[in-house]
């Protein structure tokens, strides 16, 4: 064992002065730990020097009797070398040694005993004059003090326990000192919460003391087959083991319940035999009986043979619960249509708590039932491919066949017959940019269910060829691309990529354009930083692709060629083939550099953090959606980053000691309904989950997933934003985690549905619109009256003083990434970007993804520095989106010049129908100096106190339309 030194203190000094003055001396000794060295050391000084040493004697005893004090060690002045004693036994437990220069004799042990060591030491010095006789002596005393762990607690009670019944148990530990031991309990290494307090009784006969600990222990089910620990322990002790005591595994009974409720119905022909299986789970393991449809129980080889039942018992831990599984299968021989078809019963029963019960239906067989859940798993300008959930099958071996048709017209195509294990089509050979109805059939050999499950989708626009009326040139010359053949009547807009010299992969190159002409690469396309300081304006070649605006598709790239270079030697870059045309490569004009220089200069930074390697503004090409939106519900992939202090012991996380919320939920429980939005790589459905909340209870969820084919960074990203609401213990105003399951691919996060769905679109849709046609309509809310909007700022507000008060930023604080409840509460949702951070840790970004500028603090989008102060501007940003019904922030300004502005301090100008207070506290919220912003918790007070006063904070029928017109279309490396 191992004393640590911070614990060393004397325990006594005594200074003994002979009567002539000849001698002072002192004992000391150290705090002491059974099993652990201590030293006691006897100093002296002889006054006068005259004298001399003549003896040194060490004791121990309770008061010093002289000779029959039990003496350990003797140092004789005439010996020749310092004789010592290995204390009065041979087994090196002692060290006598005497330092004559110092004047100082120790005694050492190596293994303090509490029972053999503890007491009172002497010391006794004896000096006489040189060269003389009659010695005077004197001496001193200290109390050694040992202190000792208790023996190996014992624990008392029952190992059989019963959910939800609350059980003592009792950990007892003897001869412990002194007594502020402690007794403290823990589950799996898990301490137990609300520990119980430790009494500490003097035991007569040892002089130590007798601890005891009552746990009043509630098991789950969970608990079954957990050992349960008593461990002593003892603030300053760090001497390990602590003695503990391991108890179990205990047995936990919990109720039976039958965990293959979702199989209701058995379709049979007549004369074949049937299976019905039951099964249950419970322990101790659970009996399963079985009910005719009349009501009588069923007797195996009952009913002259007809009924067979055969149980078998497996242990499972699925759910991380241990228990005995009873499988039971009821056969009905030769089914006899007349009599055998009905309602049969099994109930399930162990003893403990109620009996479960579940009805299956015997049937003849029928057609299948509808597919559910038909989900777009993939789109391109001619192709739809859908995934489905097959419904039951009738008792028949079931198949499907697949239908399309443009939605304007009636005639349907189908496809040939798909097999019934597998769920998926591709649907091809469709018109570019045109919606259709895909249908899917379930058929057997009963018959079609005539209802199908449905879905309409578009395809993606085509590739912006000559073919297809465009004209796309690419003058290297000029630094420039004509657009031509856009028809923006449709919603067309051509989107560019452009590839540098010298740097690998494509760059997203600016906002999508809306209108045919010539566009000037350096204005349009934002510089990246890693080209900071280097001639600008090398672009080596361009791409486009054709998107359409209001459903934000896009259609395959196609390379924009040069006038010389011919389109045969040109393929586009997808399947896809396209004509382009060009022109003559030139000298890159000193012009062009001059534009691109300045434009560097505006995003150049001042320190070496700002030169980190992550683009600025352009980040990813790579992932890059088809859609125009990368991030319309969170489930895009993010950028890899990392953490700047992870030194940093977490001393005072939150939630460090939250248990982990188990809400693994069985993906069969879940039936999908309907895509509730979707992203580059990941979708969320609307789901019906059985059993969630409560036994049987069907609740509506939404449901986060991957898309096929996501990578796996983008599930390591969804699986640490569940991780991260794992963590967060549930708030009103933070969108609840319900359930995960991610054993097995897709990964699914289930979280609570919100019907209003997200905020941003919630207020757009309650604008009056005007009679003129902007591409971000304004106007007073024909819904929203001041107070709720100055409500919805109070809850984001209240949601985020609890996020920061968890430790965690958020990073993607934005109206469109906060849903609100039917009865209009605003949760704040979408951790993707979040990260959990200890106090004034700061988070570096290391990779590339695309960000949300206008939503982003200055230091962000300078540094990379993320902090809750960061989150507070945002939500400065969220309070203009409030006051404008959504409007798009900076509606007038690009990104590059939002940031050029920003920079010289400009800040969004107080809304004409705004509040001053308002205004006020979105300016404090963009204050550039982080730590001059207010905290959440001061927000929200002040939005709670503006709330009380009830005064027209937001002036709603007070809108100025034409402002908040976009000017500058939404960057497609920026979230929008
Ligand atoms: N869209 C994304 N997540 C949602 C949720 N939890 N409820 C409603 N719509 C959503």
């Known amino acids: 064992m191992k004393m640590s030194g911070l614990l060393l203190f004397f325990v006594g000094i005594l200074i003994k002065v002979c009567n002539g003055q000849e001698l002072t001396m002192t004992l000391e ?48 002045r005439a010996a020749a070398s310092p004789s010592y004693y290995n204390g009065y036994d041979d087994s090196s437990q002692y060290l006598v040694s005497r330092d004559n220069d110092n004047s100082v004799s120790s005694f050492d042990i190596f293994n303090v005993g509490f029972s053999n060591d503890r007491g009172r030491y002497w010391c006794r010095v004896t000096v006489r004059p040189i060269g003389g006789t009659g010695p005077v002596g004197e001496k001193a005393s200290t109390d050694l003090i040992v202190y000792s762990p208790p023996d190996i607690p014992v624990i008392s009670g029952s190992l059989t326990m019963t959910e939800d019944m609350a059980t003592t148990l009792t950990c007892t530990a003897d001869l412990g000192y002194p007594d502020d031991w402690y007794l403290a309990w823990s589950n799996e290494g ?47 002790w760090t001497s390990t083991p602590l003695p503990e005591k391991t108890w179990g595994p205990i047995n936990v009974q919990y109720e039976g319940n039958i965990t293959n409720k979702h199989l209701t119905e058995v379709g049979i022909g007549g004369g074949l035999t049937a299976n019905l299986t039951c099964i249950a789970k419970g322990n101790p393991e659970p009996t399963i009986t079985w009910l005719d449809p009349d009501g009588v129980e069923i007797i195996n080889g009952g009913n002259g043979n007809k009924y067979m039942v055969v149980e078998s018992y497996t242990t499972s831990d699925t759910d991380l619960t241990i228990g005995n599984v009873t499988t039971s299968t009821l056969s009905i021989w030769a089914v006899d249509p007349q009599v055998d078809y009905g309602v049969y019963a099994c109930n399930s029963n162990n003893g403990i708590g109620q009996a479960d019960k579940h009805e299956i239906i015997v049937n003849r067989t029928r057609v299948p039932d509808q597919p559910t859940g038909v989900v777009l798993t993939d789109q391109t300008s001619s192709s739809l491919a859908v995934r489905w959930s097959a419904g039951y099958d009738g008792g028949e071996t079931q198949w499907f066949h697949v239908s399309h048709k443009k939605t304007a017209d009636s005639s349907e195509t189908f496809s040939d017959m798909i097999e019934g294990g597998v769920t998926t089509y591709n649907v091809d050979g469709l018109e570019s940019y045109t919606e259709y109805e895909i249908q899917v059939y379930a058929e057997n050999d009963v018959g079609r269910n005539p209802s199908p499950g449905s879905i309409l989708e578009y395809t993606l626009p085509g590739v912006p060829t000559s073919d297809s009326g465009f004209t796309l040139l690419f003058d290297s010359n000029e630094g420039t691309v004509k657009i031509d053949g856009l028809n923006a009547n449709n919603g067309e807009c051509i989107q560019l990529e452009v590839k540098r010299e010298g740097i690998s992969g494509w760059a997203s190159c600016g906002d999508c354009i809306e209108t045919n002409g010539t566009f000037t690469l350096s204005y349009w396309c934002l510089q990246t930083r890693k080209r900071r300081g280097r001639a600008i304006g090398d672009v080596e070649m ?26 045969v030697t040109n393929p586009p870059v997808s399947s896809t083939t396209g004509t382009a045309v060009g022109v003559t ?17 505006f995003w150049s930074k001042k320190n070496k953090n700002r030169n980190g390697p992550a683009e600025e503004i352009n980040l990813t090409t790579q992932r890059k959606p088809k859609g125009l939106e990368q991030k319309r519900y969170g489930l895009e992939g993010t950028a890899e980053y990392q953490e700047v202090a992870d030194i940093v012991e977490p001393t005072d996380r939150t939630y460090a000691n939250v248990l982990f919320k188990d809400k693994s939920f069985p993906r069969d429980m879940l039936k999908i309904i309907k895509e509730l939005g979707h992203g580059a790589f990941g979708e969320v459905f609307l789901a019906e989950a059985t059993g969630i909340l409560k036994k049987s209870k069907v609740t509506l969820v939404a449901v986060k997933t991957l898309k096929e084919g996501a990578s796996q960074s983008d599930k390591d990203d969804l699986l640490r934003e569940l991780d991260l609401m794992k963590k967060l213990p549930d708030h009103k105003n933070v969108v609840r985690l319900m359930g995960f399951s991610v054993e097995q691919d897709p990964l699914y996060i289930i979280v609570e549905y919100l019907s209003k769905g997200n905020l941003k679109d919630l207020m757009k849709d309650s604008r009056v619109k005007g009679t003129r046609v902007y591409g971000n309509l304004h106007g007073a809310s024909k819904s929203l009256s001041s107070g ?20 965690c930023i958020h990073r993607d604080l934005a109206a469109r990434n906060v849903l609100v409840a039917q009865d ?3 949760k704040v949702s979408d951790f993707g970007l979040a990260r959990d951070v200890i106090d004034n840790r700061v988070y570096e970004r290391k990779s590339e993804g695309r960000l949300p500028l206008r939503w982003m603090a200055l230091e962000s989008i300078l540094d990379e520095m993320y902090t809750t102060k960061s989150d507070v501007w945002s939500f400065g940003v969220l309070l203009w989106e409030i006051v404008t019904l959504g ?42 100096e982080p730590d001059r912003r207010p905290t959440f918790e001061r927000i929200a007070d002040e939005l709670r106190q503006m709330r009380e006063l009830d005064k027209d904070y937001i002036v709603v029928n007070a809108y100025e339309e034409t402002i908040y017109a976009v000017t500058i279309p939404d960057g497609e490396q920026e979230k929008c």
Not at 42 to 62: Q, V
Not at 206 to 218: G, I, K, N
Not at 585 to 601: D, P, R, T, W, Y
Not at 896 to 925: A, N, S, V
């Open 542 to 567: 361009v791409r486009a692709k054709l998107c359409q605006l209001t459903s934000q598709l896009c259609g395959d790239f196609i390379n924009v060629m040069e006038p010389e270079n011919t389109p």
């Open 788 to 807: 709720d909007l100055m409500k919805f700022a109070n809850d984001v507000a209240d949601g985020m003083h609890y996020i920061s008060s968890q430790k």
């Open 585 to 601: 490569v030139g000298v890159i004009s000193i012009a062009l550099i001059v534009v691109f220089a300045l434009g560097l200069f």
């Open 887 to 928: 409007a798009r922030p900076y509606p007038t300004m690009s990104a590059k010049l939002m940031l050029k502005q920003l920079r010289i301090g400009f800040r969004m100008p107080q809304p004409t129908h705004c509040q001053e207070e308002l205004y006020e506290m979105m300016l404090k919220c963009w204050e550039e």
């Open 824 to 826: 209009m509460t605003c």
């Open 190 to 236: 898990t301490p137990i919460e609300n520990q119980p307090d430790t009494t500490a009784v003097l035991s007569r006969t040892s002089q130590r003391f007798m601890f005891t600990s009552q746990l009043e222990f509630t098991p789950k089910r969970q608990d079954n087959t957990h050992f349960i620990t008593c461990t002593a322990s003892r603030a300053l």
């Open 29 to 76: 000794s150290e705090a002491s730990y059974e099993g652990n060295p201590t030293t006691l050391s006897c100093s002296y000084t002889i006054l006068d020097n005259t004298y001399e040493l003549f003896d040194l004697e060490w004791f121990k005893g309770d008061s010093f009797t002289g000779p029959s004090t039990l003496k350990i060690a003797d140092f004789w």
